[in-house]
C-alpha cells in the first residue's frame, strides 16, 4: 500500500520491491528540472539547503533527474524532427526564388546539405547502436 506521502517512482524492481521516491523528493526533482536553484527550492519547499543537496546524491534521484533530462531531451528532438520538412522546403523555396542572390541560395543549399548529413550520420550511428545491441544480446544468451 502506498502511504500519502510517497509516490511510485518505477516499476523496475531490485529484489522485487517497487522502488519509490517521496513526494518530497520528487517535488524537489520537478523543481530543480526546472533550473530553480537550490536556494530557491529550499524556500519554496520549506527544506533546508543540505537536504536537497542530499536528495542529489541519492541514487534514485539521480535517475529519476537523469531519465526526465533524457525525456525533455527526446520531446525536443521530436518537436525538432517534425518540423524539419517544413524547413527544408523553405531552404529549398529561397534556394529557387530567382530574387533571392547567389549567396543567400548557397547558404540555403550548405544548410540543406548540413541537415542531411547530420541526419544520415545519426542514423548510421543509431543502427550501429542497434546491431551492437543485437550482437550482446546474442552472447547473453549463450552464456
Known amino acids: 500500500m502506498v502511504k500519502k506521502s510517497q509516490t511510485k517512482y518505477d516499476r523496475n524492481s531490485l ?9 518530497r523528493k520528487l517535488d524537489f526533482i520537478d523543481a530543480y528540472i526546472n533550473s530553480e536553484n537550490i ?3 529550499s524556500k519554496k ?19 529519476e533527474i537523469k ?3 533524457e525525456e525533455m531531451i527526446n ?3 521530436l518537436l525538432v524532427q517534425k518540423q524539419l520538412k517544413n524547413g527544408a522546403e523553405e531552404l529549398i523555396k529561397i534556394f529557387k526564388d530567382k530574387q533571392n542572390s547567389p549567396q543567400i541560395k548557397i547558404n540555403a543549399i550548405n544548410s540543406l546539405y548540413s541537415i542531411h548529413f547530420r541526419l544520415r550520420e545519426q542514423q548510421d550511428i543509431i543502427n ?3 546491431h551492437i545491441e543485437e550482437i550482446l544480446e546474442d552472447r547473453e544468451g549463450v552464456e
Open 75 to 77: 520531446e525536443s528532438a
Open 67 to 69: 531519465k526526465r533530462k
Open 128 to 130: 550501429r547502436i542497434d
Open 45 to 63: 519547499l520549506n527544506l533546508s539547503r543540505q537536504t536537497l543537496y542530499n536528495y542529489l546524491k541519492d541514487d534514485e534521484v539521480k535517475k
Open 39 to 41: 536556494t530557491n527550492i
Open 15 to 23: 529484489g522485487g520491491a517497487i522502488k519509490r521516491l517521496s513526494r
